[in-house]
């Protein structure tokens, strides 16, 4: 009698947590590669909104120099009209160092293109949403509008985290 007990208690047990992994798995739709960006280095090209060569450049220059830092195994670059928002991830080892890395980083960036207007984070969650920017900017019907405010909406929320 007892072990027919104990066997509906844990089948009990098992239905409840399939009816969890399945209301969890419910969420927000992710992209693909968003998705991936949990798992592993997804290293995106640098996205510009507009389509001008020179930005393009730029933004390819300042992908190279923040992945120069040995430090650094992911970087996502966005440069939209007036802002360039720069997000890195740090290897695991390096998570104590972030501060300095990040000082460095704005440090060096700063140098090379005083022009420019820079954001930089380590954050996951920015990382995240600049990926799943870079997956809406490669529908058609996404305009340029709506990426430049989603690109302040991320910096915003940068700017809220510190």
């Given at each position: 009698m007892r072990t027919r007990r104990k066997l509906k208690f844990l089948?009990?047990?098992?239905?409840v947590a399939l009816c969890l992994l399945a209301?969890?798995?419910q969420g927000e739709k992710m992209e693909q590669e968003s998705r991936m960006a949990l798992i592993k280095t997804t290293n995106p090209p640098p996205q510009?909104?507009?389509?001008?060569?020179?930005?393009?450049?730029?933004?390819e220059k300042v992908k190279k120099d923040v992945m120069s830092y040995k430090e650094i195994y992911d970087v996502a670059v966005v440069k939209g009209k007036e802002d360039i928002l720069v997000?890195?991830?740090?290897k695991h080892l390096q998570r104590f160092r972030m501060k300095k890395i990040e000082k460095d980083i704005n440090k060096l960036l700063e140098k090379k293109y005083p022009d420019e207007n820079f954001t930089v984070s380590s954050d996951y969650k920015i990382f995240?949403?600049?990926v799943q920017l870079k997956e809406k900017m490669k529908d058609p019907d996404y305009s340029e509008k709506d990426a430049e405010d989603r690109l302040k909406r991320i910096i915003s929320l940068k700017?809220?985290?510190t």
């Open positions: 089948m009990f047990k098992m239905i209301a969890g798995c510009v909104i507009g389509s001008k060569q020179k930005d393009k450049d730029v933004a997000v890195y991830r740090v995240l949403e600049a700017k809220e985290l």
